[in-house]
């Protein structure tokens, strides 16, 4: 495995891995450990710190100076791209599906703070948003920018390679405090987060269940992207080994009515986790794979052993407090 990544380091550290006491007295988990990369250190964390961190460095070593990205104008992939961008002295163009940019809170305020180029383009969908990013590059080309395209949520074999990094970490992280979780749960939108992880235990196994619990898309399909994004990374990294479907565990009885709108049970996820424990998880990914979470365990799908894989997204619990009022 030869291949040289720049890492430009965004994080202030390891992320904290801790054990949730009160969400285990509350629910009959017998183990209940929390990855918090609900703190990767900027702009209110998140999961996609540890993807921007390979790949701003690969557009700083290409000598880029904007990056555009797309997603929805809830983006937090969005919010955090703009973020890391400006840290390492870029500019951020941003893409947004649809026609219209919605309230103006949560990741869309944090997008206007920040200084980001914003436009919609009518579009929907990863590979639409990727043809209308491409579009845009030409036009930042022609005005004499060196433009860098990051496709929806970052899901690219360098981005998805800083996944594959936390796996290790973990794996240390878990030796040091004696943890032995029979499974992981994390929110899965594009994949890539899920993807690079199983490309690290298909590396440096350990008798883990990964469990990705959809917001998006339908099992099946998430499968097929799943061990694609994994084989991709896998081939990327020079390894001969390849993931089967079999090997990909997600559900999707959990996204709700669809992605971008709050449910019931995840809300109902976000007090249990807020009134236990003091720690928010957000109405679109967080909260749903902790309702995801609980209901697998009360199910008797998954042992009372579990880490809650927090993968960040909390500002769109303001763009959403209204899925909060009905509740007394
Ligand atoms: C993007 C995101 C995810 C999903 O990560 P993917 O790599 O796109 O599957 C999960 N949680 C939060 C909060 C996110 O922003």
């Not at 894989?309 to 009022?325: D, N, Q, R, V």
């Amino acid at each position: 495995m030869t291949t040289h990544l720049s890492r430009y380091p965004l994080m202030w550290g390891e992320t904290p891995l801790h054990r949730l006491h009160g969400l285990e007295r509350m629910t009959g988990l017998e183990e209940c450990w929390v990855k918090r990369d609900d703190l990767t250190g900027i702009a209110f964390g998140g999961n996609k710190v540890r993807k921007l961190e390979y790949l701003l460095g690969d557009a700083l070593a290409k000598g880029c100076d904007t990056v555009i990205t797309g997603g929805s104008p809830q983006s937090n992939h969005a919010r955090l791209t703009a973020a890391c961008a400006r840290r390492a002295g870029l500019e951020a163009w941003l893409c947004f599906a649809g026609k219209h940019m919605g309230i103006q809170q949560g990741n869309l305020l944090l997008d206007h703070i920040l200084g980001a180029e914003m436009k919609t383009t009518g579009v929907y969908g990863s590979e639409p948003l990727l043809e209308e990013m491409e579009k845009w590059a030409e036009e930042a080309r022609q005005k004499g920018k060196k433009p860098y395209v990051i496709p929806v949520g970052g899901s690219t074999p360098i981005g998805d390679y800083g996944y594959k990094r936390a796996w290790d970490v973990l794996l240390d992280q878990l030796s040091e405090v004696g943890a032995h979780p029979e499974s992981i749960v994390l929110a899965v939108g594009s994949g890539g987060t899920l993807a690079g992880l199983l490309a690290g235990k298909a590396l440096r196994p350990a008798p883990i269940k990964l469990i990705g619990i959809s917001v998006w898309l339908k099992a099946d399909e998430l499968t097929r992207v799943v061990v694609r994004m994994a084989n991709d990374l896998l081939a990327f990294l020079g390894s001969d080994r390849r993931l089967s479907a079999a090997e990909v565990h997600v559900e999707d009885a959990y996204i709700g009515k669809k992605y971008g709108v709050p449910s019931d049970a995840g809300n109902e996820a976000i007090r249990l986790l807020a009134r236990s424990e003091g720690l928010f998880a957000d109405p679109i990914y967080t909260g749903k794979a902790l309702a995801g979470l609980l209901d697998l365990f009360h199910r008797c799908r998954i042992g009372s052993r579990v880490l809650f894989w927090h993968t960040g997204g909390t500002p769109a619990l303001f763009t959403h407090a209204h899925s909060f009022a009905r509740e007394g």
